[in-house]
């Protein structure tokens, strides 16, 4: 039985995971970097450490977060967005080892349908990643190590963008002028359906695979926020007209075959 979860970046996503777990009968631990951080969760009844991932290696109380743990889920945030130079492959190859070195035998790892290029065009899980900026190809190398680690068993799950809760990207292009890509088809998820999904893997003890986890429908960019601005009575944004554009479509067919979930909220 896999009732002993370990989250490893308790933050938007993992906060609410912990949650939603704790309320089913799971016993839940977890991380954050700063230790008062982690005292003040500990004390609304999430036990947490402090785990800070570095290129020179790991710190913190990671024996303690690694130890009593049948299911190790990691999302921590890589950080690569903000062009900092940051070495997220190298700071999770140092987490790796230290996993390893533990007795967990199951890891969920929380990746990104950004390992897919936009020239991809249209991808399930049985297509390669081609992955063509430096991000992006963080992201693919450190897939790579933990699914091909042989000391655990890992499933990779690919969210495409997120939101919920107080998190709705609208915010960031309500009002803007001539944005681009407005006919890209979107590949977005809900939080309701991250958890569903990531609780669905522990239960159905669904280990070794790879998963793409969007919501099915796709409409373009400028169909859904402008929707999404209306809704929130916020100044609808405004695209640009583009020929020729390439687009990746992200869709899943493990989903439903291996997890058989159903998605709780649609675009």
């Given at each position: 039985?896999?009732?002993?979860?370990?989250?490893?970046?308790?933050?938007?996503?993992?906060?609410?995971?912990?949650?939603?777990?704790?309320s089913?009968?799971?016993?839940?631990?977890?991380?954050?970097?700063?230790?008062?951080?982690?005292?003040?969760l500990?004390?609304?009844?999430?036990?947490?450490?402090?785990?800070?991932?570095?290129?020179g290696?790991?710190?913190?109380?990671?024996?303690?977060?690694?130890?009593?743990?049948?299911?190790?889920a990691?999302?921590?945030?890589?950080?690569?967005?903000?062009?900092?130079?940051v070495?997220?492959?190298?700071?999770?190859?140092?987490?790796?080892?230290?996993?390893?070195?533990?007795?967990i035998?199951?890891?969920?790892l929380?990746?990104?349908t950004?390992?897919?290029?936009?020239?991809?065009?249209?991808?399930t899980?049985?297509d390669?990643?081609?992955?063509?900026?430096?991000?992006?190809?963080?992201?693919?190398?450190?897939?790579?190590?933990?699914f091909?680690?042989?000391?655990?068993?890992?499933?990779i799950?690919?969210?495409?963008?997120?939101?919920?809760?107080?998190?709705?990207?609208?915010?960031?292009?309500?009002?803007?002028?001539?944005?681009?890509?407005?006919?890209?088809?979107?590949?977005?998820?809900?939080?309701?359906?991250?958890?569903?999904?990531?609780?669905?893997?522990?239960?159905?003890?669904?280990?070794?695979?790879?998963?793409?986890?969007?919501?099915p429908?796709h409409?373009?960019?400028?169909?859904?926020?402008?929707?999404?601005?209306?809704?929130?009575?916020l100044?609808?944004?405004e695209y640009?007209i583009?020929k020729?554009?390439?687009?990746?479509?992200v869709?899943?067919?493990?989903?439903?075959?291996?997890l058989?979930?159903?998605?709780?909220?649609t675009?």
């Amino acid at each position: 039985m896999n009732k002993r979860i370990t989250i490893a970046g308790l933050g938007w996503l993992g906060n609410a995971f912990a949650s939603t777990l704790i309320s089913l009968g799971y016993t839940v631990k977890g991380s954050v970097t700063d230790s008062g951080k982690a005292q003040e969760l500990t004390e609304r009844g999430i036990t947490a450490f402090p785990l800070v991932l570095t290129e020179g290696g790991v710190t913190g109380e990671v024996r303690s977060l690694l130890s009593d743990t049948d299911v190790l889920a990691i999302m921590i945030p890589p950080g690569l967005r903000r062009n900092t130079g940051v070495n997220y492959a190298l700071r999770m190859a140092h987490f790796s080892h230290q996993i390893e070195e533990s007795s967990i035998k199951k890891v969920i790892l929380v990746s990104s349908t950004s390992v897919y290029d936009d020239d991809q065009g249209h991808v399930t899980e049985k297509d390669v990643p081609e992955p063509q900026n430096n991000a992006a190809k963080q992201l693919y190398d450190v897939e790579q190590i933990f699914f091909n680690t042989p000391a655990f068993e890992t499933t990779i799950v690919r969210f495409g963008g997120l939101f919920g809760g107080n998190r709705n990207p609208v915010r960031f292009v309500a009002g803007r002028k001539g944005l681009s890509n407005g006919d890209a088809p979107v590949n977005m998820i809900h939080r309701e359906d991250c958890i569903g999904i990531l609780l669905s893997i522990i239960q159905k003890d669904a280990f070794g695979h790879m998963f793409n986890a969007v919501a099915p429908q796709h409409p373009t960019k400028r169909e859904y926020y402008t929707a999404q601005a209306e809704k929130l009575d916020l100044e609808s944004p405004e695209y640009s007209i583009e020929k020729d554009a390439n687009f990746k479509k992200v869709d899943s067919i493990c989903i439903d075959s291996i997890l058989s979930y159903t998605f709780k909220v649609t675009l």
